[in-house]
């Protein structure tokens, strides 16, 4: 079997876990119960070893699909030599009522519900239901019960398999034959776990369940501008990759895609990176999401309840971050080995993280007003001062970086930027109360003193004269992309020469077209990584910033064509073939696009509920 693109793939989820997609209908990855548990479908990175839930039709010659509008369902429509059927996919979501102050909003049934319904003609094929469980380490059984349900089993998981057409068990795997005529359906349940029933018979109720969820959720979306489609996919992808129970948001659904083929940078994406979930975060309060932003600090609250004293660069959904280790029994995408679980850069330093969570907490506060729930509110000023400490304490170490270099440590520009941002948002965060119950005015100025000096040091040692640059970091001649968004945070000044020449330099070094790459520096790995997407974004707000609006609006539309068809994106984008490369969907670039297209209508003098 051949691998597929990964832009082919579409993600359903229940804001527990995310299933992936294919464009012909295979169902090729699903982690149950949660996004980080262990896969029990994973075709996506070994098509012969890795199971799947296949729909195998006869004489297939258009395929169309969609979700359906301001939701997660997803619609695919198949037309054969004989008829038309519609393929609905989605996983079981039931709203609460009523919403509690704190933890999940929805009810998932832990069910992936595939309907097809022939719509002309005459339709025939297969179900072909295939689970490996534990990343297909362990052995598969697979049992027929008195109700037609198969049981399958294996290393300590189970899942439930039922169909409206006969299911017939053989080796592991369950087959269902059907021939369909305009009218006639065949729906299939796969349910995690050995026990209770499957719910075929609650599939229609589900459906319209489920799409009362997502449409009610999507339509308290503030943002109304010319990218509305587009922004609110993104925010509809961000809110699959949430992980309501604990209230952490996952990086990305998969692990193991890579970033260069050939190539050995392939990684596991499926954990709450500080960063990536705090910009998240303000993606999410930009659209009038400030339930989700609070949701994520309860993940934090619980996860660090030192309230900052022990901050970490990712954290599991529950529990500690595994080892990474190689599933070397996997081919990976494309035969792109090695398949990376669990994650090494967690034992990494990274100092930017501190500025990054107080520029998400403050994005937060201003959302609310300064008025947070009480168990918000009450950790504030121990979270200030652990979070500032450790800006003081660390501001003058190397450290790896935001691109988790793994080589030796740096005096990296960008972590020195987001040290001052950080201290600057805690200072109007500190400010914000007349009371000064948050710091004291003297804590405060002393904030304020040590963030004039580090921004007078980065600024001084991040520029390179020679190079004619900021480069990425003191006394280096490397570019760096991450310099840009260091401009979007204003830890420079959008429409100084020397960002100017920066930008211009990045460009004509790191540029491929539209598109940028992270860095182009021998960071010891294998492969050339293609372009980071999330970067190219960075650069439309950098544009945006220096008042080249019409350049970053060009710049924005040209990108996000490049999405699949349905709007999705991984992390980057080959260069040379404009292939979807990395993880997938990938919430650092949705963010982004969220973040940019409110830029882009606040650069217009609107807001993002008013602008047109």
């Known amino acids: 079997m051949t691998d597929r693109p990964i832009a082919d793939y579409a993600v359903i989820g229940d804001t527990c876990t995310t299933a992936l997609i294919a464009r012909d209908g295979s169902l090729d990855w699903l982690c149950w119960p949660r996004h980080d548990g262990p896969a029990v479908f994973l075709a996506l990175l070994d098509a012969d070893r890795g199971g799947a839930c296949r729909l195998a039709l006869d004489g297939v010659i258009g395929t169309e699909r969609r979700y359906r509008p301001g939701t997660n369902i997803l619609e695919t429509v198949f037309a054969t030599e004989t008829g038309r059927v519609r393929l609905t996919d ?67 998981d189970a899942m439930r398999a039922t169909a409206t ?13 059907f021939r369909l005529e305009a ?104 659209l009038g999401y400030d339930r989700e932003a609070a949701e994520f600090l309860r993940f934090l609250r619980n996860a660090d309840p030192s309230r900052g004293r022990h901050l ?30 669990g994650n090494a850069a967690s034992d990494q330093r990274q100092f930017d993280i501190y500025g990054e969570f107080l520029v998400a907490l403050h994005h937060y506060l201003e959302a609310v007003e300064f008025d947070p729930p009480v168990k918000v509110n009450d950790h504030l000023p121990e979270a200030l001062a652990h979070l500032t400490g450790h800006i003081i304490a660390r501001r003058r170490e190397p450290d790896h970086g935001i691109w988790e270099l793994r080589g030796d440590m740096r005096q990296i520009l960008h972590t020195k930027a987001m040290l001052w941002v950080g201290l600057d948002c805690a200072a109007q965060i500190a400010r914000s109360d007349p009371e000064h119950r948050l710091a004291p005015p003297e804590k405060i100025a002393e904030w304020e003193r040590a963030a004039a000096e580090i921004r007078a040091e980065y600024h ?24 840009l968004r260091a401009v979007l945070f204003r ?106 297209a409110v830029r882009l209508a606040q650069m217009d003098g609107h807001s993002p509920a008013d602008a047109e």
Not at 165 to 177: Q, Y
Not at 467 to 477: E, F, K, N, Q, W
Not at 504 to 516: S, T
Request: glycine letters at 12%; aromatic letters at 10%; proline letters at 5%.
């Open 460 to 483: 001084a040692e991040g520029w390179n004269e020679a190079v004619g640059a900021y480069t990425m970091d003191y006394g280096s001649p490397d570019l760096d992309a991450a310099v």
């Open 90 to 156: 989605f996983m079981p979501l039931v709203r609460r009522e009523p919403v509690p102050e704190e933890g999940p909003d929805g009810r998932p049934e832990a069910r992936v519900v595939r309907r097809l319904a022939c719509e002309a003609g005459t339709v025939a094929g297969r179900w072909i239901v295939r689970p490996t469980f534990d990343y297909a380490r362990v052995a598969t059984t697979a049992e027929a019960g008195p109700d037609g349900t198969v049981l399958f089993r294996g290393g300590g």
């Open 165 to 177: 057409v006969p299911l017939d068990v053989r080796e592991g795997t369950a087959e269902a034959a």
């Open 491 to 596: 830890a420079f000044d959008a429409r100084s020469p020397r960002v100017a020449a920066t930008l211009a330099r990045i460009e004509d070094a790191l540029g491929a077209g539209d598109l940028l790459y992270r860095y182009r520096l021998d960071d010891g790995l294998e492969g050339e990584e293609a372009t980071f997407t999330a970067c190219a974004f960075w650069r439309v707000g950098c544009l945006a910033l220096a008042d080249r609006g019409a350049e970053a609006t060009a710049l924005f539309e040209r990108l996000i064509a490049r999405g699949n068809d349905l709007g999705l994106f991984a992390e980057e984008i080959d260069a040379e073939t404009g292939e979807q490369r990395g993880n997938v969907p990938q919430g650092f670039t949705h963010m982004a696009i969220i973040n940019h």
């Open 312 to 341: 970490q660069l990712m954290y599991a959904l529950e529990g500690p971050m595994p080892d990474e280790t190689i599933l070397d029994h996997l081919r990976g995408w494309r035969g792109t080995a090695p398949v990376r679980l």
């Open 183 to 286: 009218g006639e359906g065949a729906d299939l349940v796969l349910a995690h776990g050995a026990e209770g029933d499957a719910g075929l018979g609650q599939t229609e109720a589900w459906l319209r369940a489920t799409e009362a969820y997502w449409q009610e959720w999507s339509g308290r979306c503030t943002y109304r501008g010319p990218y509305r489609e587009t922004v609110l996919r993104s925010a509809l992808t961000l809110k699959l990759l949430t992980h309501a129970p604990s209230g952490g948001i996952v990086a990305a659904a998969t692990m193991g895609l890579p970033e260069a083929v050939p190539g050995n940078r392939n990684y596991d994406y499926r954990y709450v990176w500080m960063r990536d979930a705090s910009f998240t975060v303000t993606a999410f309060v930009n």
